[in-house]
């Protein structure tokens, strides 16, 4: 058996980026406390260097208990690394999202990631040269339509990363933010559940106004499922940025991701949108300045895809 002197925690290891890093974790020689909401996950994950905790992120009590094993490590083990990787899809128009769904979906993909850092940043820095990555996404930087409440915490989660950063990069811990594109995980099915659950609550009058957006989402979500990187590229990108001795802020990974934020630097909101809505086939209405001024839009949209 391996012999390590540290321990990495890594958030939503039963499946996709977190399992995949968990076991590449271990595979480098961290002892990998794997986060994971279900007994089932734990009995299967359990294996060399890699020890299940049963952990939501939402849950406080299980919060604090991760704190403690950490803090108390049976073999005195030093906490080297964090993963937040932790995440739900939720796919649908802002109007048609309950608000409680947005306070939810808010609460596990940004407020659990901030939860477990808090707690576990005293061992982190206590260390010496530990890492705390966030998994965040493409979708950190640019977002689509529907993805509106996904997006939302992504983007919170890269500012509270960029202040994590300069609040601890002098007490020795470095903050990684890695910027996945499509990565071939149970996510994309989770997001086309999700938008089915979202799509039939809609009421006639939402049907009218967002049925084509979701049609054309839903195509372009239903291509994804069958296309992306696999989960260890992800992984492997992160277990580098955890051994680098200087590890960049950000790391992009995918050819989409790094396309992604280059065209989105260079165009102007305008022609983002633009790109946006071809790219989903959509059909976007132009004004005149008459129709702008008197407060109206032509009945006849121009189709630019
Ligand atoms: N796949 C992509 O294309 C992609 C692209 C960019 C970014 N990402 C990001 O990558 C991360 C991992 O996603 P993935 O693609 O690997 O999806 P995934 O396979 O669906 O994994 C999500 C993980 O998060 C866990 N989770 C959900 N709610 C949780 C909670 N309240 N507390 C703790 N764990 C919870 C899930 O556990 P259960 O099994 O118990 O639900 C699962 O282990 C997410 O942050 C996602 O936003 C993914």
Redesign the pocket.
């Known amino acids: 058996m391996m012999s390590t002197d540290r321990t990495a925690v890594v958030?939503?290891?039963?499946?996709?980026?977190?399992?995949a890093t968990a076991r590449e974790l271990a595979r480098r020689g961290f002892h990998v406390l794997a986060?994971?909401?279900?007994q089932q996950?734990a009995d299967r994950l359990a294996g060399e260097n890699v020890e299940p905790v049963i952990?939501?992120?939402?849950d406080e009590g299980q919060v604090a208990a991760l704190a403690d094993r950490v803090g108390n490590d049976p073999q005195g083990r030093r906490l080297g690394a964090l993963v937040n990787?932790?995440?739900?899809?939720l796919n649908a128009p802002a109007e048609v999202i309950p608000i409680e769904e947005w306070r939810r979906h808010f609460d596990?993909?940004f407020f659990?990631h901030v939860a477990v850092a808090r707690a576990l940043l005293p061992a982190l820095i206590a260390g010496g040269d530990g890492r705390l990555v966030n998994?965040?996404?493409?979708?950190g930087r640019v977002a689509f339509p529907t993805f509106g409440a996904?997006a939302a915490a992504?983007f919170a989660l890269e500012g509270f990363s960029d202040a994590l950063r300069r609040e601890v990069g002098r007490l020795g811990v470095e903050v990684i933010v890695v910027?996945?594109?499509?990565?071939?995980?149970?996510?994309?099915s989770?997001t086309m559940a999700a938008m089915d659950g979202m799509a039939a609550a809609m009421t006639p009058d939402q049907q009218a106004r967002y049925d084509d957006l979701v049609a054309a989402v839903r195509d372009q979500a239903e291509e994804?499922r069958g296309g992306?990187i696999r989960?260890l590229g992800v992984a492997e990108v992160i277990a580098d940025a955890i051994e680098a001795r200087k590890p960049r802020a950000r790391y992009r990974v995918g050819r989409d991701a790094k396309l992604g934020a280059v065209v989105s630097g260079l165009l102007s909101d305008r022609m983002l949108d633009r790109l946006v809505a071809r790219n989903l086939g959509l059909t976007v209405p132009r004004r005149t300045r008459r129709e702008r001024e008197a407060g109206t839009t032509a009945k006849t949209g121009t189709h630019i895809g």
């Open positions: 958030t939503g290891a039963s499946s996709g980026i977190g399992l986060g994971v909401r279900r996950d952990l939501d992120v939402t990787n932790a995440g739900v899809p596990v993909n659990g998994v965040s996404s493409i979708g996904y992504k910027e996945p594109g499509n990565v071939a995980t149970p996510i994309w989770k994804r992306g989960p």
